[in-house]
């Protein structure tokens, strides 16, 4: 009896045991884990690629503020002198203005 009840009890682990996945279960487990990491890693890439752009985007915005904002005060730090005369030359695509300064001259006594 005892060799018997021996004997199931093995026979019961070996089924156990056989019944586990196959290596064609394994196998496919492990691909759709590979899968699903590759899936998450184009999406970073991609989340990454747009938040690039964004920053790219706010940053040519800052750019062109600041220009704008340095002209502003370039041109209120240069103000025209009295009595000045400004001449725009414009030579193919390119504007340049020239201002020229008034000089104040004082008579020659008289002798």
Same mark, same amino acid.
């Given at each position: 009896?005892? %060799?018997?009840?021996?004997?199931?009890?093995? $026979?019961?682990?070996? $089924?156990?045991?056989?019944?586990?996945?196959? $290596?064609?279960? %394994?196998?496919?487990?492990?691909?759709?884990?590979? *899968?699903?990491?590759?899936?998450?890693?184009? #999406?970073?890439?991609?989340? *990454?690629?747009?938040?690039?752009?964004?920053?790219?985007?706010? *940053?040519?915005?800052? /750019?062109?503020?600041?220009?704008? #904002? *340095?002209?502003?005060?370039? $041109?209120?730090?240069?103000?025209?002198?009295?009595?000045?005369?400004?001449? /725009?030359?414009?030579?193919?695509?390119?504007?340049?203005?020239?201002?020229?300064?008034?000089?104040?001259?004082?008579? %020659?006594?008289?002798?």
């Amino acid at each position: 009896m005892k %060799k018997l009840l021996s004997l199931l009890v093995i $026979a019961g682990m070996v $089924a156990i045991v056989a019944c586990g996945p196959s $290596a064609q279960e %394994k196998a496919a487990k492990e691909k759709a884990k590979q *899968d699903s990491i590759a899936k998450v890693q184009k #999406e970073q890439a991609t989340q *990454d690629s747009i938040a690039k752009v964004q920053q790219a985007k706010q *940053d040519s915005i800052a /750019k062109v503020q600041k220009a704008k #904002e *340095d002209s502003i005060a370039a $041109a209120a730090a240069k103000k025209p002198v009295k009595g000045a005369k400004t001449t /725009k030359t414009t030579t193919g695509t390119k504007t340049t203005k020239t201002t020229t300064t008034a000089t104040k001259t004082t008579p %020659k006594p008289k002798k």
